[in-house]
Nanobody
Framework: QVQLVESGGGLVQPGGSLRLSCVAS????????MRWYRQAPGKQRELVAT???????NYADSVKGRFTISRDNVKNTVYLQMNSLKPEDTAGYYC?????????????WGQGTQVTVSS
């Protein structure tokens, strides 16, 4: 089994910054793409950013230029640096990863961390 555990959420004022982390642990052979999603109350879950195991990144238009996804393959960790935060960034943020173990590729989710942007 594999666990993804997020941290780093909290309350921040508009224009502020937060850095989210997600650590994968368990029976891991390798991790392929890692992603951050978010979901605000009453809205569908949205893909925010993706990073491949080679470091290629993609972002939702709503966060381009403000958010940066990165990863540390030694630590099995993915980060989301969020700058210039806006109230509309308020949501639960969820880590997602494609993990290979026991010769199988399985998609896993973390439990989420809340980000609230408010003055």
């Amino acid at each position: 089994q594999v666990q993804l555990v997020e941290s780093g959420g909290g309350l921040v004022q508009p224009g502020g910054s937060l850095r989210l982390s997600c650590v994968a642990s368990g029976r891991i052979s390798s991790i392929y793409s890692m992603r951050w999603y978010r979901q605000a109350p009453g809205k569908q879950r949205e893909l925010v950013a993706t990073i491949s195991n080679g470091g290629n990144t993609n972002y939702a238009d709503s966060v381009k230029g403000r958010f940066t996804i990165s990863r540390d393959n030694v630590k099995n960790t993915v980060y989301l640096q969020m700058n210039s935060l806006k109230p509309e960034d308020t949501a639960g943020y969820y880590c997602n990863a494609d993990v290979k173990h026991n010769a199988m590729l399985v998609n896993y989710w973390g439990q989420g961390t809340q980000v609230t942007v408010s003055s």
